[in-house]
T-cell receptor, first 115, second 114 residues
Framework: AQSVTQLGSHVSVSEGALVLLRCNYSSSVPPYLFWYVQYPNQGLQLLLKYTSAATLVKGINGFEAEFKKSETSFHLTKPSAHMSDAAEYFCAVSDRASGYSTLTFGKGTMLLVSP | ETGVTQTPRHLVMGMTNKKSLKCEQHLGHNAMYWYKQSAKKPLELMFVYNFKEQTENNSVPSRFSPECPNSSHLFLHLHTLQPEDSALYLC?????????????FGPGTRLTVT
């Protein structure tokens, strides 16, 4: 069975500071990993994905994540936070490369950005 | 229209009403999903359809009835709901064939049961 743990339900940063959102996963097979962002009253938008190619994955809006197999982690980072980054972020894992996917989501981390 | 669309965006219904949520994807995908997102709870997968066939039903109460007439459309029929069913209902789609398994989400329907 797969699982995802996101450390910290809320993370607060100042504008311009480094953003670090933590995600650890459990999977019995090589995983496919995703980060999604959700703005208030909207659906989830795919930020980036890891699919067993490069371990450092770049996504939209300046975000990137690094897959570390030894640590079973896939932390999301952004060098400099912007006010518009305030949203909820979800890490997800899938074990399927073909057929329909079943994503297991973490509980989410709310990112708060202060001026 | 592009991506995944959902209508209505907001719905208020009484416990004795019958209503339906609609989802349409314009991505050429073959798999579609319904999720429930409640406050302070993880995303809950409700139903999965792959090539119009229901492949997963995660112990969802029978007051929720999905319908998938083709690979582009997905409905969620609601009847005799309870207040605890108030939530954001999200639809998603994925290729359903080879690929990395990412899903693309619609904006959701905010449902309030009174």
């Amino acid at each position: 069975a797969q699982s995802v743990t996101q450390l910290g339900s809320h993370v607060s940063v100042s504008e311009g500071a480094l953003v670090l959102l933590r995600c650890n996963y459990s999977s019995s097979v090589p995983p496919y990993l995703f980060w999604y962002v959700q703005y208030p009253n909207q659906g989830l938008q795919l930020l980036l994905k890891y699919t067993s190619a490069a371990t450092l994955v770049k996504g939209i809006n300046g975000f990137e994540a690094e897959f570390k197999k030894s640590e079973t982690s896939f932390h999301l980072t952004k060098p400099s936070a912007h006010m518009s980054d305030a949203a909820e972020y979800f890490c997800a894992v899938s074990d399927r490369a073909s057929g329909y996917s079943t994503l297991t989501f973490g509980k989410g981390t709310m990112l708060l950005v202060s001026p | 229209e592009t991506g995944v669309t959902q209508t209505p965006r907001h719905l208020v219904m009484g416990m004795t009403n019958k209503k339906s949520l609609k989802c349409e994807q314009h991505l050429g995908h073959n798999a579609m999903y319904w999720y429930k997102q409640s406050a302070k709870k993880p995303l809950e997968l409700m139903f999965v359809y792959n090539f119009k066939e229901q492949t997963e039903n995660n112990s969802v109460p029978s007051r929720f009835s999905p319908e998938c007439p083709n690979s582009s459309h997905l409905f969620l029929h609601l009847h005799t709901l309870q207040p605890e069913d108030s939530a954001l209902y999200l639809c998603a789609s994925s290729p359903g064939t080879s690929g990395s398994g990412e899903q693309y989400f619609g904006p959701g329907t905010r449902l309030t049961v009174t």
